[in-house]
């Protein structure tokens, strides 16, 4: 059986990390959000790439969610002495992927090859595709102007109010090599539980993607990132309501209705389901959230079953 993943980071973390381990056998492809992409300190730094590759490497910090386990942040503390910014904590070990990321690109390899040899090395059997070779910064608009989205997420610790947000670079984007393939094949298209504004939301600005996904609407599976009228980790809710989304399973549904087949949504979240079919949207119930591995194991199973 062959699995498709899209990914943002911290959120589709342990889904794929379940789906990794969950039986019966399959391939499993992931497509990766590169909208949070960012440059420190000269740096190429692709966070979502990264979370999801340490967490099927066995390297991921499982408490912050992201980063390497163990890792210690002395050239941090270093770059500080120095008078560098250091509010997006970059540990030492973590530093080894974006030195290696940066100079292979610099060299002209495109992203796609380097998060492949990244992954080869740290011996990740998956395939982990970046959603395009080209650049796609996600933006947000605030009271005081635009910001990055790591200046958003992580500097201001996503306490301003959210205006609107944009996908700069996406309309002449294309998508990476094997990226519309491995949706076209694919058994089973898994939407992880995501940020439906700022990790979804990139990877479908990608010209092509919201096509392809269409033309296999139902093999697309996706789990809910909302329980009740929050999300589960993140900004999801504020980047939802200023998408003009009810923040609800519902709100998921309405944003990805055009090319989702079937939404897993919270066994507690049982009475929007009328809303969901009245949108043409499958849905499943079950316990979504993922509070320890067997968890992530069970809704993985689900996945691959429905
Ligand atoms: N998230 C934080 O909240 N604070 C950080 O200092 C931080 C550093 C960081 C470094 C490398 C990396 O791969 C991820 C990092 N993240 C940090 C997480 C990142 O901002 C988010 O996971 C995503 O961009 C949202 O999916």
């Known amino acids: 059986m062959r699995v498709t993943a899209l990914a943002g980071g911290t959120g589709a973390a342990k889904l794929l990390r379940g789906l990794a381990s969950a039986r019966p ?22 966070p979502d790439l ?11 910090d499982a408490m912050r969610g992201w980063g390497v386990a163990d ?16 509010w ?45 070779d080209d650049p796609v910064r996600t933006r947000v ?21 959210v205006l609107d947000v944009e996908y700069a670079g996406a309309a002449a984007s294309r998508p990476a090599p094997g990226v519309l ?18 990790s979804v939301g990139p990877v479908l600005a990608v010209p092509g993607m919201a096509q392809a996904l269409a033309a296999v609407r139902s093999r697309v599976v996706a789990v809910s990132p909302i ?27 309405a944003a990805y209705a055009p090319w989702l087949g079937t939404l897993v949504i919270d066994r507690s979240d049982a009475a929007r389901v009328p809303e969901l079919e009245r949108l043409g949207v499958r849905p499943v119930l079950a316990d ?5 591995r067997d968890r992530e194991i069970a809704l993985a199973q689900l996945m691959l079953a429905a």
Not at 144 to 155: A, C, I, T
Request: glycine letters at 10%; proline letters at 5%.
């Open 50 to 60: 990264d979370t999801v590759m340490y967490a099927l490497a066995g390297r991921l």
């Open 227 to 253: 329980v009740g009228g929050a999300a589960v980790s993140g900004p999801a809710g504020e980047l939802m309501r200023a998408r003009g989304l009810p923040v609800s399973p519902v709100g998921v549904a």
């Open 88 to 132: 997006f904590n970059l540990g030492d070990r973590d530093l080894a992927t974006h030195l290696y990321r940066t100079r292979a690109l610099g060299d002209g390899t495109p992203l796609s090859a380097v998060t492949a040899e990244l992954c080869r090395r740290l011996g990740v059997a998956a395939r982990i595709l970046p959603m395009s």
């Open 288 to 292: 979504i959230l993922m509070t320890d």
């Open 25 to 46: 056998r399959h391939e499993l492809t992931i497509i990766g959000n590169t909208g949070d992409d960012t440059e420190i300190w000269g740096l190429h730094v692709s």
């Open 141 to 161: 608009r605030t009271p005081d102007g635009w910001l990055s989205f790591q200046e958003y997420f992580v500097r201001e610790k996503a306490q301003v109010r």
């Open 71 to 86: 890792d210690t942040f002395r050239c941090l503390e270093a770059m500080g002495d120095l008078g560098a910014e250091t």
């Open 181 to 198: 393939e491995a949706i076209r094949e694919a058994d089973l298209v898994v939407v992880c539980p995501s940020n439906p504004v700022t």
